[in-house]
């Protein structure tokens, strides 16, 4: 039984940093991601690693400024964000899948089969 538990978001003005973390018990597969989602809109990937290669996937709206990784011995996916702004207000969640392959990871939200129950984010202007 795999379960993801997300913790690390919060309020912050735009400009600032925030570190989510998920922490995954049990065999969680090759790929781990973070989607987000905010009202009224469909879930997006965010970012993306692929814990046999250590590739990175990134949506282009957070690249530069966010930074996933993943701490093997905790079996723990990071998410830093920095440079947050506003319309980076949203539920995020973390996901775990063992499709994709060795060197990539899927991006669409469908193809992950494990999740966590979410973070808020919230950024003001």
């Known amino acids: 039984q795999v379960q993801l538990v997300e913790s690390g978001g919060g309020s912050v003005q735009a400009g600032g940093s925030l570190r989510l973390s998920c922490v995954a018990s049990?065999?969680?597969?090759?790929?781990m991601g973070w989607f987000r989602q905010a009202p009224g809109k469909e879930r997006e990937g965010v970012a993306s690693?692929?814990?046999?290669?250590?590739?990175?996937y990134y949506v282009d709206s957070v690249k530069g400024r966010f930074t996933i990784s993943h701490d093997n011995a905790k079996n723990t996916v990071y998410l830093q964000m920095n440079s947050l702004k506003p319309e980076d207000t949203a539920m995020y969640y973390c996901?775990?899948?063992?499709?994709?392959?060795?060197?990539?990871?899927?991006?669409?939200?469908?193809?992950?089969?494990?999740w966590g129950q979410g973070t808020q984010v919230t950024v003001s202007s």
């Open positions: 690693f692929s814990k046999g290669s250590g590739r990175t």
């Open positions: 049990g065999n969680s597969g090759n790929c």
């Open positions: 996901a775990s899948t063992a499709r994709g392959t060795w060197w990539t990871c899927p991006r669409r939200p469908q193809e992950y089969d494990y």
